[in-house]
């Protein structure tokens, strides 16, 4: 797919407020003065990238750029999709799309996991994959339902039990049933919670652990990370990888921001893949994530006409 291919409307708003900061700077000419390189430095910050990621690639980027001889600024936003793309970590396949997996999804509350759960069960069934649905977020009975509706959208089998029932038991049952159906693939929502309670990230310590001591398959932990909370995502990341040491992330809601960097940030400094985009509440509004696509898609494209 090409330069606008599968992330251009997801990553709009972002790519909009860049391109904003950017024909600022580029109205002056394509100069690389000192105010350039600030002025790009403080666009990267806005699209939500961190401060220290967006002063490295800067750092390396002007470094390039006397090295190489490198003719102007358009030349320089074209190599900076290149190093963004290299900053992302490598992806892991192996979670959602590839042989047997056990994946829970952890998050903040209304981060995204139902619905992230819904529809990776719509798309691993569309692909041919077998999917079991657990609903451990036992804490909300509209979670349960909620999880209910997108199993059935989705054509997949669901273990769910009352309100209240011990989230660790749910598990168990939805193994169980994962086992004696052979299932491919295994999606635990979990009870959204706050990084910052360690009461609550140590009772979903023990569900993670109760899990990866039941299952036969490989267990992996993910992260929903709602784009909307920009850099706070980042420290939601750091707080749960380190409790439960995550696999990787689902950034989601990247539709409705600006903050679109963050995915990059996450990946970045914690090392952790980012395995897919949610763009809207659609079920198949889910987007398999590509580094190379997603830096096109967030920087957008600039030469000397369009500018
Ligand atoms: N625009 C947009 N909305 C989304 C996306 N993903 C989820 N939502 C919406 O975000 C809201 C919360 O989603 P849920 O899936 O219920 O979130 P949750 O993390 O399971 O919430 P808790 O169970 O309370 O922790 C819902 O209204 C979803 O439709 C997305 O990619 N884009």
Redesign the pocket.
Known sequence: MGLFGRFTEGLQRSRERFKEQMNVLLDRGPDLDDEFWDGLEEALILADIGGALASELVLDLRDTATRRALPDAYAVLDLLKERIADSFSEPRPEVFDEGRSVVL?V?????????????IAKQARDSGRSVVLGSA?T??A??IE?LEVWAKRAGVEICARERGADPASVCYDTIERAEALDADLVLI?T???LHTSADLMRELGKVVGVVRKRADAPVHTVL?I?ATTGQNGLNQAREFHSALDLDGVVV?????TAKGGIALAVSHSLGLPVLK?????GLD??KPFDAREYADALIGSFDARSA
Request: with cysteine; hydrophobic share 30%; net charge negative.
């Open positions: 999804f998050g903040i509350n209304g981060a995204g996991k139902t619905t992230t759960c819904g529809k977020d804490f909300r509209a979670a909620q929502d009870a959204g919670r929903v709602d989601t809601k990247l539709d409705g985009l949610g763009v809207g509440e509004d889910l």
